[in-house]
Nanobody
Framework: QMQLVESGGGSVQAGGSLRLSCAASGRTFSRYAMGWFRQAPGEEREFVASISWSSASKHSDSVKGRFTISRDNAKNTVYLQMNSLKPEDTALYYC???????????????WGQGTQVTVSS
């Protein structure tokens, strides 16, 4: 089992920034691809970004150029730097770990509990 704990969410005004962190434990972190997903009320869970064990990354079109995923294998932590936030970024953000470097939620085996991000206009 792998445990994932997200932190760093909060409330910001449009145009602001936040950095989400996800601390992993229980498995060899460096062997896993990591992803960030988000879910707004009444919406399906949506891919945001993912990063491979070698730090190749993918970002959804809706966040490309504004969000950046990164990882620190020495700290067993993955980050999501979010800049130029928009009200439509408001959602519960989840961290996930899996053996496949993918954009589908089905690629990931372990999930955190989520951290809320609220962006006001």
């Amino acid at each position: 089992q792998m445990q994932l704990v997200e932190s760093g969410g909060g409330s910001v005004q449009a145009g602001g920034s936040l950095r989400l962190s996800c601390a992993a434990s229980g498995r060899t972190f460096s062997r896993y691809a990591m992803g960030w997903f988000r879910q707004a009320p009444g919406e399906e869970r949506e891919f945001v970004a993912s990063i491979s064990w070698s730090s190749a990354s993918k970002h959804s079109d809706s966040v490309k150029g504004r969000f950046t995923i990164s990882r620190d294998n020495a700290k067993n932590t993955v980050y999501l730097q979010m800049n130029s936030l928009k009200p439509e970024d408001t959602a519960l953000y989840y961290c996930a770990a899996g053996g496949i470097f993918g954009t589908s939620a089905h690629s990931y085996d372990y999930w955190g509990q989520g951290t809320q991000v609220t962006v006001s206009s």
